[in-house]
């Protein structure tokens, strides 16, 4: 896929992960982090060179062509209160996860009511950062379920799948957010409660 800029918030497990394989497949990564002075930015930008680069959050998400939102789901309503105005028209990619919590496990309604004219995603929460980092298994390109609107956006988001290794499958529009959240719901039962190891992840067959 073309190389974008992406503004990736947060710069742990998932936005650390996702930022290497955008980086090594050619794109420029703005970490958008509450110190882009502090160790785990520092780290990664000397790590990944000149096409990585941190910032504040409300810089990096203004300067993002796709903004991917990588914090705890508990701090996205936080987050999305400085951003007011700064996503529009935006591809924003939501891989938050509100755990235990009895509403829904993405932040949907908080980036869409902050933003309307954003074009939001669900997508890369459902399996572990393990899984992201090598996605094959047994052999197996593992697949990766999102949800959001179709168009230019969505071809971008699967684009930016491909790139970090999976392949892409569209499960429908933002309406189907809840059915992603349903596998990451599953990936959960089968890892933890279950005690599967990490490296667990879903194939579609026959299509
Ligand atoms: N770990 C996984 O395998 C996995 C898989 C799927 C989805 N997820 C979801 O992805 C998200 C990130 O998980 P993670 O494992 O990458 O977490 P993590 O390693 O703990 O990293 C979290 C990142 O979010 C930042 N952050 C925390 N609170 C923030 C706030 N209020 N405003 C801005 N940034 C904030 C942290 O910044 P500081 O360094 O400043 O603390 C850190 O960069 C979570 O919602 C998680 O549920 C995780």
Redesign the pocket.
């Known amino acids: 896929m073309p190389s974008s800029t992406i503004a990736v ?9 996702l930022a290497r394989k955008w980086v090594a497949a050619g794109h420029r990564v703005i ?5 882009p002075a ?1 160790p ?2 520092s780290a990664l930008v000397s790590e990944l060179g000149r096409r990585c680069t941190a910032a504040p ?1 409300r810089e990096a998400a203004s300067a993002g062509e796709v903004v991917v ?7 996205m309503p ?2 999305m209160a400085g951003l007011q105005g700064h996503l529009r028209g935006r591809i924003v990619i939501d ?5 235990g919590d009895a509403g829904p ?1 993405h932040s949907f309604d908080v980036i869409t009511r902050t933003c309307p004219t954003a074009f939001v995603y669900r997508a ?7 899984i ?1 980092a090598d996605p094959i298994v047994e052999d197996t390109v593992v697949d990766l379920f999102f949800a959001g609107p179709d168009g230019a956006g969505r071809a971008t988001v699967a684009g930016l799948i491909e790139d970090v290794g999976l392949r892409p499958v569209w499960v429908g529009g933002p309406e189907r957010a809840d059915l992603v959240d349903a596998l ?1 719901a599953l990936w959960f039962a089968l890892v933890l409660d279950k005690s599967r190891g ?1 490296r667990l992840a879903f194939k579609l067959l026959g299509a």
Request: aromatic share 10%; proline share 2%.
């Open positions: 918030i947060g710069a742990g497990n998932i936005g650390g992960t970490l958008g982090v509450r110190d502090g785990r930015a959050v939102f990588a914090i705890p789901g508990s701090a936080s987050a891989a938050t996860n509100q755990l496990a890369f929460n459902a399996f572990g950062w393990e992201l990451a990490h």
